[in-house]
């Protein structure tokens, strides 16, 4: 009965920065490795970043790295994606999803994986 609402999205210019949140309700997050997708139109949806059930590891995707940082409060049942120096290509609808992990230290940018998607948010990149 896990559900997840994404929030922070919006129009941003072009190396500028927001921070998107995941909030659950119904289940603790604390034993679900969280993804960030997204999904531009016409393309196929792609894992952005993850992170262990503890926060104790992260994954990037290539194209994101040294722009993106994933994070979790499981106090808060929240997990957020601060993004940075933004580009028009970033412009898609973000994605949270959930899957059980007993392991501490794994997570997966592999969308076919995951067990529980909020229903997005857009972020838009544009001048």
């Known amino acids: 009965q896990l559900q997840l609402v994404e929030s922070g999205g919006g129009l941003v210019q072009p190396g500028g920065s927001l921070r998107l949140s995941c909030a659950a309700s119904?289940?603790?997050?604390?034993?679900?490795?969280i993804g960030w997708f997204r999904q531009a139109p016409g393309k196929e949806r792609e894992g952005v970043s993850c992170?262990?059930?503890?926060?104790?590891?992260?994954n990037y995707a290539d194209f994101v790295k040294g722009r993106l940082t994933i994070s979790r409060d499981n106090a808060k049942n929240t997990v957020y994606l601060q993004m940075n120096s933004l580009k028009p290509e970033d412009t898609a609808v973000y994605y949270c999803?959930?899957?059980?992990?007993?392991?501490?230290?794994?997570?997966?940018?592999?969308?076919?994986?995951?067990?529980?998607w909020g229903q997005g948010t857009l972020v838009t990149v544009s001048s």
């Open positions: 992170i262990s059930t503890s926060g104790s590891s992260t």
């Open positions: 119904g289940s603790t997050l604390d034993s679900y490795a």
């Open positions: 999803a959930a899957v059980k992990s007993i392991d501490a230290t794994w997570c997966t940018l592999s969308p076919r994986y995951l067990e529980r």
